[in-house]
C-alpha cells in the first residue's frame, strides 16, 4: 500500500514535533526519491546527548505520530544501548544517534545525493 504525499508530509511534520518537543539536536531532513534504489523515500536524522536523551527523542516520536496518525513504526532497532536508534515509518526512516555515534557513521555523507534539508528548532530563535 502507498503512502500519499500528502500522508509522509504529516508524517514528517509529526516527527520533527516529536523531535523538538524533547530537544533533539542537529535535525536533517533527507529526500532519498530521486535517488535509484533506495529503501525509503526519506531520512530524519538527528542526535540526542545520551542515551536516556535518544530514547526520550524515540518515546516523544512514537507518541505524537501514534496519538494524530494511530501509525506505529513498523520496525525499530537499537533500543538496547540508544546509541544509534532507528525508527521505520516505511517511506520514512528516523535515525536518533548520540553525538559521537552520529559523527563516526557520517549517513549524510553516505548519502551524498540526497537532498539535505536542515530543520532549524524553534529552540534557535
Not at 523531535?19 to 542537529?26: A, L, Y
Not at 537499537?78 to 536508534?85: L, R
Request: proline share 1%; charged share 25%; aromatic share 8%.
Amino acid at each position: 500500500m502507498q503512502k500519499s504525499k500528502a500522508g509522509a508530509d504529516e508524517l514528517i511534520a509529526l516527527i520533527l514535533e516529536g523531535i523538538e518537543e524533547v530537544k533533539g539536536q542537529k535535525v536533517n531532513l533527507l529526500d532519498l526519491r530521486d535517488i535509484e534504489n533506495t529503501v525509503c523515500d526519506y531520512f530524519i536524522i538527528c542526535n540526542g546527548t545520551s542515551n536516556t536523551h535518544v530514547n526520550a527523542i524515540v518515546g516523544s516520536i512514537r507518541k505524537i505520530v501514534s496519538k494524530a496518525m494511530g501509525d506505529k513504526p513498523w520496525h525499530v532497532e537499537g533500543e538496547d544501548n540508544a546509541e544509534w536508534i532507528l525508527m521505520d515509518y516505511v517511506n520514512v526512516v528516523v535515525h536518533v544517534f548520540q553525538k559521537q555515534i552520529r559523527e563516526y557513521y557520517d549517513i549524510e555523507g553516505l548519502w551524498g545525493d540526497a537532498k539535505v534539508t536542515e530543520v532549524e528548532s524553534s529552540l534557535n530563535s
